[in-house]
């Protein structure tokens, strides 16, 4: 039945389509993604669904471009032909051709960069990606390319969004996330600029069609800490926000709007405050004069339950442990039996009855 099929689709039910997806974590022990009704993992090895990597580029897409709609980034979005108005990111994707000519005939070797920062010359998007490290450069069929993939479902999970994804949500709080989410839209969320120092926000020369909205938060002016203006870049003139160490003047640095134009960081060092992973995409959260990725965001305004991984919005949760859980989330990982007010045991944040606890001590 079509109709019931769209209600299980809105309902946040597992993705059907992971069925049987090797973990990348297990590496051939898990016989493939087995949906849990509720949890966010993979029945038969206990791995998460990022572990799995469940997602298409497109879901991807639309999962960023849902973010940055209704926000001063919706510029990065498209609307998406026949969606009924969904917008979708337009995720800037870079060829780099290069000439082999060690050969009689040259031949060229063509590199594609599955996401690079946009509005950029070419030969400033290859020095930003020059200062990350390797590893991180998601280069298509690399590793790099698999990492950007895997940050983009842990630093920004879709059901950190949607409310129609959550499966702890309880009668009447689907309209306190729709505020939540309004609310970190307008006064956190924000996408990294990349540009040459002194060049941020529009300063010097810097490159036409830039889509990034160029407003800095009201509430916090642009302050310089050393009193100069914001010319042309001078050797010691410009340090990194968090390694405090200078910036050369013809290499590229990330601004983030909402921290104003007076600082600026070093492409690998523009990670999150709690985390210290590279913001995806350079797309952070400002607070409390700091860069957040989205989940630790989230997880510093409200908790967040160990068992299926969403945001609480309920007053009365179970703790323990210095974690948190929905009630009806508070069970045992391995035989799901409810143990509120049973004894239990918690080892990396696995929630065992005493009896599964023994077992697997065995």
Known sequence: CPTRCALLQMSGSQPQLGRAVPCLRCRGTCTGFEPHSW???????????????L??????????????ADSKYS??????????????????????????????????????????????AQKLAMQYMELMPKELQPVA?????????????????????????????????????????KKYKAEALGVGEVALP???????????????????????????????LESAPAAGHYRCESCKQAVPGDCPVVY????????????ACFVCCRCSEPLVDLIYFWKGGAAWCGRHYCESLRP????CDEIIFSEDYQQAEGLAWHKKHFACLECETPLTGKP???????????????????
């Open 344 to 362: 239990f045991s918690l080892a990396n944040s696995s929630l065992l009855c005493t009896i599964c606890s023994h077992s697997k001590r065995l």
């Open 39 to 53: 949890r966010k993992i993979c029945k038969s090895c206990k791995c998460s669904q990022e572990e799995h990597s």
């Open 198 to 228: 002194g060049q941020g926000g529009g300063g010097g020369g810097k490159d036409e069609g830039k889509p990034q909205d160029k407003s800095i938060e009201p509430s916090k002016p642009p302050e310089s800490t050393n009193g100069a």
């Open 75 to 120: 510029s990065l979005t498209a609307r998406l032909k026949g969606g009924d108005g969904v917008r979708i990111y337009k995720r800037n994707r870079m060829i780099v051709t290069n000439p082999n000519i060690s050969g009689k005939d040259p031949t060229f070797d063509t590199i594609t960069y599955e996401w690079a920062p946009p509005g950029l």
């Open 141 to 181: 069929g690399t590793d790099g390319a698999l990492q950007r993939r895997r940050r983009l479902a842990r630093q920004l999970p879709l059901y950190d969004q949607d409310p129609a994804q959550c499966r702890g949500l309880a009668e009447g709080e689907q309209g306190l996330m729709e505020e939540f989410v």
């Open 55 to 68: 997602s298409s580029e497109l879901e991807d897409d639309r999962k960023v471009g849902r973010l940055l």
């Open 256 to 267: 983030a709007d909402r921290a104003g134009y007076s600082r600026q960081w070093h492409p």
């Open 304 to 307: 967040r339950c160990a068992g």
